[in-house]
């Protein structure tokens, strides 16, 4: 039978010649992924109760980024526990203070089409851009998987969602995402995969799909995949690996696989959207909330604050300021990320325009560092969630644009379409 990506990557994790939706199967994990804030610290001691050791410190990655840097003792002391963990475990593959796990993993080369892996993390299906199938997981099922190399899942079923055209300047991934989150009940996302497709999907560079993946959280699905092409596998030669076109040509969904809708979009139709607090399905025009009061501008986490986002809210800002009485703070995603944006001169426009630098990390967006809100504050952000409190006082208010949106927002003091400073 035909069959999908997701099919075919599970069965082959499960050592069997296919699939079907709703079998429960037994897979073999190629990658495991923690954080400081899920990880060791939630793992350690389950480990040691057990008296078990991982099963393979070479598949086990661990990345330092909610807790740095540390901002007081305990922050201080989670990191602290990390690191020896680590070091006592023989886990290598770990990224101490180098930036948020979602985008570092793929910067490293780490994530390839045809992959099961599992994340500590429900932003984990960003690893699905690859053509990996990434699901988060909580730390009793890392526990097990970290013990066996194994993990139990039902074969979900996949909805495709085909965008037509080309995106307009000024209009994003994050857009899509925003528009899909308004769209789509999650209850109809439940244990289905998220599968995004098209021309518009086709012209986009790594980093955009990463966004789509990433947010397939908030679609409620149980994890987002992109067919992997030749975008791909140009990201994963210069990450360093060396058989890129044959992974991609290896993991290819089969012609008249069976997938249980297809839901259709023009991207050409589309402008920039919003998400009003407190959830991403408040999602829609941005016309419909122009001169929305702003007090803070948030460009960060792992949707919005990659090489590419910054790029987009430099081609606002440049020749600008932000406006008086509102503040911009930007938290690049990756060291790596800030390193390149100096080069190109990125961080030079966006510092001149106002913008404050922060550290790499998820800090501001999960309410763990600097960039917090006070009561009654607004906030536009570049992150997938605006849920109540989350990044600070519960009385404040949280919008999700994209990166576009947030440095027109932050120019003119208020919400406003970045299409008209482009």
Request: aromatic share 4%; charged share 20%; hydrophobic share 45%.
């Amino acid at each position: 039978m035909a069959a999908t990506l997701t099919e075919k990557i599970l069965a082959r994790a499960a050592g069997k010649p296919a699939v079907t939706p709703g079998e429960i199967v037994t897979t073999r994990v190629d990658l495991a992924m923690m954080h400081d804030s899920g990880g060791p610290r939630r793992v350690k001691p389950m480990l040691e109760r057990l008296g078990a050791k991982v099963w393979d410190p070479d598949r086990i990655v661990v990345v330092s980024d909610h807790y740095v840097p540390a901002i007081d003792a305990e922050s201080a002391q989670i990191l602290d526990l990390t690191r020896k963990w680590v070091k006592a475990e023989g886990i290598s593959k770990f990224f101490d203070m180098r930036g948020i796990c979602h985008v570092v993993l793929p910067e490293n080369g780490l994530i390839r089409p045809g992959m099961l892996a599992v994340g500590g993390d429900s932003h984990s299906p960003t690893g699905g851009a690859f053509g990996a199938f990434m699901v988060g997981i909580g730390a009793t099922e890392m526990l097990g998987v970290l013990v066996t190399g194994e993990i139990w899942l039902k074969v979900p079923s996949t909805r495709r969602f085909h965008w037509d055209g080309l995106l307009q300047p000024g209009v994003s991934a994050k857009d899509m995402i925003l528009r899909l989150c308004a769209d789509i009940d999650p209850d109809d996302m439940n244990y289905r995969v998220a599968e995004l497709a098209g021309p518009a999907i086709t012209a986009m560079d790594m980093p955009e799909r990463m966004t789509l993946c990433n947010m397939t959280a908030e679609l409620g699905a149980k994890t987002g995949l992109i067919a992997p092409d030749a975008t791909t596998a140009a990201w994963l030669t210069r990450t360093g690996v060396a058989d890129a076109d044959a992974l991609v040509a290896a993991w290819q969904e089969d012609d008249g696989a069976t997938v249980e809708a297809t839901h259709r979009y023009d991207a050409s139709a589309l402008g920039p959207q919003v998400a009003a607090p407190h959830n991403p399905a408040n999602s829609g025009d941005i016309g419909a909330h122009v001169g929305q009061r702003v007090d803070q501008a948030y460009i960060g986490a792992c949707t919005g604050a990659k090489l590419d986002d910054l790029h987009m809210a430099a081609s606002v800002l440049k020749g600008r300021k932000v406006a008086e009485g509102t503040r911009l703070l930007i938290a690049p995603a990756t060291t790596r990320t800030t390193e390149e944006a100096i080069k190109d001169g990125t961080l030079a426009t966006l510092t001149e325009a106002g913008a404050i630098l922060l550290p790499s990390g998820c800090g501001a967006c999960a309410g763990l560092g600097a960039g917090l809100l006070a009561d009654g504050e607004v906030c536009i952000a570049s992150t997938a969630r605006n849920f109540k409190g989350r990044m600070g006082s519960g009385s404040a208010s949280v919008w999700l644009a994209s990166p576009y949106s947030v440095a027109a927002a932050a120019v003119a003091g208020h919400i406003a379409d970045p299409r008209e400073m482009l």
